[in-house]
Structures are given as C-alpha cells and as structure tokens.
C-alpha cells in the first residue's frame, strides 16, 4: 500500500517531546532513533533535520557514555537499552561529553512505549545535566 | 471494478434532524461500499446505518462486514436499530478498535446492555463475530482495505479502500493539526498511509477556522486544516465530512466556500451529503 507509517503512538511521543523544553529522544521499535527534540540539540550539536533516523548505539557512542568512574558505559547499562531489550523503565547518572566538548553529568530516564500490551513501538527517552 | 459508495450520514457529534439540515442530513456517520450479490460493505454505525439497515433488509443482503472507526457514540449508535442484526439469517461480522486493554467485543458489549439498552447482546438473532483492528488488510472481490490508527481521542482507525486504480480513503474523526501537517512528511503524517493519493477523501472539516481554537484536542479538524491535509497527502478530491451539528445547510455552504477559497488551485472540495453517492475508477 504504501510507504512504511510511524506507529500513532510513535507520532504522538514525538509531538510531547517537541513540546517539551526537557531534552528527550524518541526511538522506534527496530532501536533507531527517530526524533529528538530542540532541547536536546544543545547536546547532539546539530538540529534532527541533519540528523536523520541513524542506529541508536552508534550514535550514543559517539557521546562517549561513562560511569561516575570514568569507564565506559556497556551499552546493555544504558537507560534507553534496558528500556529497550528488558521492556521496563529505567534511569541512571552518568558521564557523556556532548557535542560541544563538554563533559556532562547527565541523568536520564527512560520507558518502553506499548500500544497494547503485546505491541511495542518504540522507547521514550529524557535527559537533563544535573 | 469501479468503487460506488453511498452516504448515509456525514454528520458529527450528535444528529441533527430539523428544517435547517434537510439538504447535507442530519444522520450521524454512516457510509455504505457498494458491491455486488448479497454482500454489503459498510463504514462505521451512526444514526445513518438506520436507513440503510431497511434498504439491506429489501436488498436481501446476508453478509454485512461493519467497519467501525471508534466508539464513539455518533459512530456507534445506529446499531442497535440496525435491522439486519434481528435477523437470525444474516452473518455479521464487525470489525474495529480494540483498546490498550479490552477487545472490540468487549467494548461494544458494554454499551450494548442495560441500562444503556433494555436487551442484552445475547438476545440479537444475527450471526455475530468481531475482529479487532488495526490488522491484515481485508480482502473481498478484487477490493482491498487498509486500515490504520488515527490521531483523535481513544483508539480510532481511518480506512483506505483500493479498488484497481480507485482509491478512497475514510477518515471521519481525525485532528492531524495535533501533530502537525504541513511540515511533516508523510510517514510522520497521522493517517498518511491511508489518505495517501486517494481520489477521494472523507474527512473530518467540523469546525470553521475560528471555531477551532476553542475546540484543540477535541478530535476534529477545522476546514482549513483540512484543506491543508488534503493537499499533503497528495489527494484527488476533498470530500469535507462529519459535520457540526449546529451547522446549518446555508453555514455548510459557507464552509464549503471557505474550504474552495483555500483550495485554491486544488480540485474544489465538496460537502458530504446524506444520500450522495459517488463512483471512482
């Protein structure tokens, strides 16, 4: 019929993060980031638009994710991953150095996103410095 | 084939009979696909399936496939009156939204008892079964039927019925303003799969464009979102639908004209009216 369709709940998670001034990503059900919203441009360095849809790991580990002891954060640690592979909500501190080069303590918060019970569809994701 | 459909009611919200509203109807959504045989393809059960129900009594139809696109009361409501299901000969099968948490069967069972209704689901003669959707497409004589959710309150679903090259797509209760349209592309589009380069397009154009500002969130579109919607997804023809109920036929016409002026360049829309029929392909 036609060209593959953003899941509605995908659209609306979308739509609430472009309304937020929380810095908050949006991650479809293939673990492909899909959105993030102008807040967090100030992290990413460049607007979504030049971003596009691209592989959520590689693209988190360009932020060199790291544990308040400096080592590298295994992805399977990360807020989005668990929300993502153990369909559960999930938050952690930890260090990123963003786009800018500036190292930041960030917290985020992350949560699966399920149109019914047995249909998921993506991962919310919020992030802010502490 | 060619695709004929019949409007049976394009109003929203609740129905509206009276002097002022004998021209559009005042029936609340109803829209018959019409086909051949004993068979009868029909969207969404507003008072306007009432009417139809007799004329598929006099028809002789047996197996009636009931499309719903929500619950809402003014798509929902017909049914009960609906007379072939108090024929125990008929096979129907209704297909529509299920919840995050209840199937369609569910759903419905619980408006269709007392105190809502002095009869229980039970007690209808017909040979009923539910499908829940969004599902696999629907097929049936060489028509084919997507179907897909759509952006207004509680799960609803917009319909894309292709037919050869005929398209029409039905999307009674749609807000896409909500999350954008004309700065979105297609896949990000509500419904944008579905409207997709029809012929034909029903859609929701309930409110005027200064109407709309106190009503955001209520699930329906103003005539200039509509408009806008129309051209993004790329459609053939306009066919403004689900209307106000305190409109009267001379304010459709005033709508109508509103919705001309920003076509402007596009295929003029047009008023869906309780009796119309239309042919694509």
Redesign the interface.
Known sequence: ????????VL??A??FASNLSTPALVADARWRLVYYNEAAEAYVGKRFAETGEVALDEWLASFEPRTAGQEPLPPERRPGRIAFDERRASHLRFHITSADGVERDIEVTAFPL????DEFVGVVALFWTV | MALRLKIWGCRGSVPAPGADTVTYGGNTSCVEVMLEDEEALVFDAGTGIRALGADLVRRGARQINLFLTHLHLDHLEGLRFFAPLWNPAVKLEIWGPRSPVLSLRERILRGFSPPLFPLDFRDVPAQVTFHDLPGEPWRRDGLTLFTDLVLHPGPTLGFRIESGDAVLAYVPDHEPALAGIEDRTLDWLSAGAIARGADYLLHDSQYLEDEYPTKIGWGHSSVADAVAYSRAVGAERLVLFHHEPERSDQGLESLLSRARELADGDEPPVLAREGMEIELG
Not at chain 1, 1 to 8: A, D
Not at chain 1, 114 to 117: G, L, P, R
Request: proline share 12%.
């Open positions: 019929m036609t060209p593959p369709q953003k899941h509605l659209i609306l979308r739509e399920f149109a019914h019970t």
